[in-house]
């Protein structure tokens, strides 16, 4: 999902199109970190290699403990 779906509740528009202070506040506020906050400039393959990583560790101790 991305901003420009939200609906202000200060105002009932979209903040996309910044009507009212808070609507600009936080258009402003989302553009500058991201939707997701800080994880908008993560690369998706270090999440994969990480998930890859980790799964890898689990089934490690898995095996050893067995």
Partial sequence: MTYDRLVCANCAAPVSEGRCPVCRANRERLQ???FF???SGVNPMALIALLAVLIAAVA???HQTA
């Fill in 32 to 34: 500058q970190e991201g």
């Fill in 37 to 39: 906050g800080g994880l």
């Fill in 60 to 62: 490690l101790l898995a």
